[in-house]
């Protein structure tokens, strides 16, 4: 059964720098997109960073220039270097892939990790 699983998160104060990491596990075949998401109290989910096709980085223009994303495809993992932290950073951040396992192509998602900017 496949899985992500998110790691990282904690409480940090404003200027100061946190690691998420995103391990996924299973029966996978390969990862395509792969990325993170987060979603602020009372907003939507929104995209932070992601990298397409294992090529392309994205970014959200609110992070751009803060924020790190890395891929590691041998272990199958993804890593989110946040640095310059804000309290509008402050979220549930979700890993997602989008993979080929046994139903097909598809979304995956982990189970979040809460982060907390202090001011």
């Known amino acids: 059964q496949v899985q992500l699983v998110e790691s990282g998160g904690g409480l940090v104060q404003a200027g100061g720098s946190l690691r998420l990491s995103c391990a996924a596990s299973?029966?996978?075949?390969?990862?395509?997109?792969m990325g993170w998401y987060r979603q602020p109290p009372g907003k939507q989910r929104e995209l932070v960073a992601r990298?397409?096709?294992?090529?392309?980085?994205e970014y959200a223009d609110s992070v751009r220039g803060r924020f790190t994303i890395s891929r590691d495809n041998a272990k199958k993992t993804v890593a989110l270097q946040m640095n310059s932290l804000k309290p509008e950073d402050t979220a549930v951040y979700y890993c997602?892939?989008?993979?080929?396992?046994?139903?097909?192509?598809?979304?995956?998602w982990g189970q979040g990790t809460q982060v907390t900017v202090s001011s």
């Open positions: 990298v397409i096709g294992g090529i392309i980085t």
């Open positions: 299973g029966s996978i075949v390969d990862i395509n997109n």
């Open positions: 997602s892939a989008n993979l080929f396992a046994a139903t097909g192509w598809r979304d995956y």
